[in-house]
């Protein structure tokens, strides 16, 4: 069984560009959820997919999209990026969407912009 | 407002002692209630949820749905417990979409 990967491990930006992270979600799991991590905090709800469909959505803005595969991967896309989107982005896979379902964790992107 | 809360950013225990990393919760609802753990240069993963009702590591914690509380006990202390703990919830909105809820987290040092 394979866990859950992210690329890339290290980004650096700058302000305005825009950027993709990855996520391959562990084996089996059906449902990807997304967060943002800024130093010293803890995660951030961004959203979640289950079957390529948007299924629920944090307090971020529009710039912040995904994307999830037939193959369950799944991406995170930021546009016009800000200083303040400087931090660890994890992502989650599960099995299915019920509130009570275990998150299992990649190791995380983290992101500097500049 | 919606929100977890872990009051203490650092919690530091002798071995053997006994520990507890509180958790509050705001949330309309009924939402279901886990702890994270991170040990040292590792993933976040999970500990315990309240539904399972299980006892992981010798860590327990009970709903008090009383008083929204959701605290993490072990009644000694193991120097392999020194990692960060984090509180989440999770629920739906009022949309029936989904949401998670993470504290801000606890760290946890045992000294020999």
């Known amino acids: 069984e394979t866990g859950v990967t992210q690329s890339p491990t290290h980004l650096i930006k700058t302000r305005g560009q825009q950027v993709t992270l990855r996520c391959s979600s562990q084996?089996?799991?059906?449902?990807v959820s997304w967060y943002q991590q800024a130093l010293g905090q803890g995660p951030q709800f961004i959203f979640q997919y289950y079957r390529e469909e948007e299924n629920g959505r944090g307090n971020f803005p529009p710039r912040f999209s995904g994307l999830q595969f037939p193959n369950y991967s799944s991406e995170l896309n930021v546009n016009a990026l800000e200083l303040d989107d400087s931090a660890l982005y994890l992502c989650?896979?599960?099995?299915?969407?019920?509130?009570?379902?275990?998150?299992?964790f990649g190791p995380g992107t983290r992101l500097l912009v500049l | 407002a919606q929100r977890v809360t872990q009051p203490e950013k650092l919690l530091s225990v002798f071995k053997g002692a006994p520990v507890e990393l509180k958790c509050n919760y705001s949330?309309?609802?009924?939402?279901?209630l886990f702890w994270y753990v991170q040990y040292s240069r590792q993933r976040l993963q999970l500990l315990l949820r309240h539904i399972s009702r299980e006892s992981i590591k010798g860590f327990t914690a009970d709903l008090n749905k009383g008083e929204t509380s959701f605290h993490l006990k072990k009644p000694f202390a193991q120097e392999e417990d020194s990692a960060m703990y984090y509180c989440?919830?999770?629920?739906?909105?009022?949309?029936?979409?989904?949401?998670?809820?993470f504290g801000t987290g606890t760290r946890l040092k045992v000294l020999a």
């Open positions: 949330y309309s609802g009924s939402p279901e």
């Open positions: 989440a919830l999770s629920g739906l909105s009022r949309a029936g979409t989904y949401k998670y809820i």
């Open positions: 084996s089996g799991h059906n449902t």
């Open positions: 989650a896979s599960s099995v299915g969407t019920l509130t009570r379902e275990t998150q299992y």
